[in-house]
């Protein structure tokens, strides 16, 4: 149940090509508005949207400083202290019917906060969110409990999206 006056976040399903036609300064550029980042709660099972993640700011986030590698994070502070998420990069393209899911990646991420370290491979995240970009469906290595709450989350957050969206990528969420 959302709180009074808070506003709901939602997936960008906007697409605009500012250089639409034209080919002069802009061409190339990559547009980022049809992509929504998720985060997962692997210990607490929730699933929201958070666009701070595009740029690391997300409350979950905020505050942390990232080691080198998740051994470093383990070995040097608290194991039992450290929670794992999953940053979900979902990419909505539109056909003439609507907007549908076409591409969704699952990224890895630690954080201890009470030692406010966390850790994330910083190559992955980018080279996931492009092959999201461009289509593809990674969710394989995720737990099955997240994924299945992923795709419920997906299905539920909006039904027409949902239908409309092609079945192999539903397929990735049964």
């Known amino acids: 149940m959302m709180e009074p006056n808070k506003r709901k976040v939602e997936f960008n399903i906007l697409k605009n090509d500012p250089v639409d036609g034209h080919k002069g300064y802009g061409v190339g550029s990559l547009s980022l508005e049809n992509v929504t980042p998720l985060l997962i709660d692997v210990a607490e099972g929730e699933v929201w949207i958070d666009p701070q993640v595009m740029h690391a700011r997300s409350k979950t986030e ?3 400083r990232y080691v080198k590698s ?10 039992e ?6 940053v ?3 990419v909505l ?21 009470p030692a406010r370290r966390g850790y994330k491979s910083m190559p992955q995240h980018v080279n996931y969110m492009d092959k999201a970009m461009k289509g593809h469906i990674i ?4 737990d ?3 994924r299945l709450k992923l795709g419920k989350f997906l299905k539920e957050y909006d039904s027409g999206i949902w239908e409309r969206t092609e079945e192999d990528v539903k397929s990735a969420f049964l």
């Open 62 to 64: 905020r505050g942390v």
């Open 70 to 79: 998740l051994e470093e994070l383990l070995s040097q502070y608290p194991e």
């Open 81 to 86: 202290d450290t929670k794992k998420y999953w």
């Open 88 to 90: 979900i990069w979902v």
């Open 93 to 113: 393209e539109r056909k003439p019917e609507g907007p549908y899911y076409s591409g969704v990646s699952a990224c890895e991420l630690y954080i201890n906060r």
């Open 139 to 142: 969710v394989e290595h995720m």
């Open 144 to 146: 099955e409990e997240s």
